[in-house]
């Protein structure tokens, strides 16, 4: 089967820095995507590591172990408007000649305050 | 440029009652998913489909079918809608092979309530 853990809620403060940890155990896993989703609005996608290391995108990084079946998403100098569910989603196949399918976490609720 | 649309937004059913929800992208992908989204469980993959005329079931299946004619629709059916299906449905979209680094493109969701 496959497990994605993410912790449930997390709060920060502006302007400093929030670490997001996901943790995996898939069969098959090939690339671990995140996203971000405001409340009442759909998922926006964010980064995606198929690699070990990091990969930065302004604000964000996204990290990957692969070994270690771990991820985070860093978000540093946040901002009010980064209040919202961040959500780690794994890319699974099955088989080799099978299609893979994108499996998501719960996601976490980050709060960011004054 | 449209990307993904569902409709309808927004559904009350009642229990037994049979709809289908519609969902169309212009982006040329030849991968589209549905899934659900309940309160503190993320989303949930219903089906998906890697190009027209194939596709597959995901981790909640049952209650649900789904038919893939065209590259551009997907559309998803309740076959007799239960309580337990109430929750918020995002249809999504991605291109399959050469480009696994891009994620999914999601339509603004539709809220169905069975009652």
């Known amino acids: 089967g496959q497990n994605i853990d993410q912790p449930t809620e997390m709060t920060a403060t502006e302007g400093a820095i929030v670490q997001i940890n996901c943790t995996y155990q898939t069969s098959g896993f090939n690339g671990l995507f995140w996203y971000q989703q405001h409340a009442g609005e759909a998922p926006t996608f964010l980064s995606y590591?198929?690699?070990?290391g990091l990969e930065e995108k302004g604000r964000f990084s996204s990290f990957l172990s692969r070994s270690k079946g771990y991820s985070y998403l860093l978000l540093k100098e946040l901002q009010m408007k980064d209040s919202a569910s961040y959500l780690c989603?794994?890319?699974?196949?099955?088989?080799?000649?099978?299609?893979?399918?994108?499996?998501f976490g719960s996601g976490t609720r980050l709060s960011i305050r004054p | 440029n449209a990307g993904v649309t569902q409709t309808p937004k927004f559904q009350v059913l009642k229990t037994g009652q049979s709809m289908t929800l519609q969902c169309a992208q212009d982006?040329?992908?030849?991968?589209m998913s549905w899934y659900r989204q309940d309160p503190g469980m993320g989303l949930r993959l219903i089906h998906y489909s890697v190009g027209a005329g194939i596709t597959d079931q995901g981790e909640v299946p049952n209650g649900y079918n789904v038919s893939r004619s065209t590259t551009e629709d997907f559309p998803l059916r309740l076959l007799s809608a239960a309580p337990s299906q109430t929750s918020v449905y995002f249809c999504?979209?991605?291109?399959?092979?050469?480009?696994?680094?891009?994620?999914?493109?999601f339509g603004s969701g539709t809220r169905l309530t069975v009652v």
């Open positions: 982006m040329n992908h030849e991968y």
């Open positions: 989603a794994v890319r699974v196949q099955p088989g080799y000649s099978s299609a893979s399918k994108i499996i």
């Open positions: 999504a979209s991605r291109r399959h092979q050469g480009t696994v680094g891009y994620g999914y493109t």
């Open positions: 590591n198929v690699l070990d």
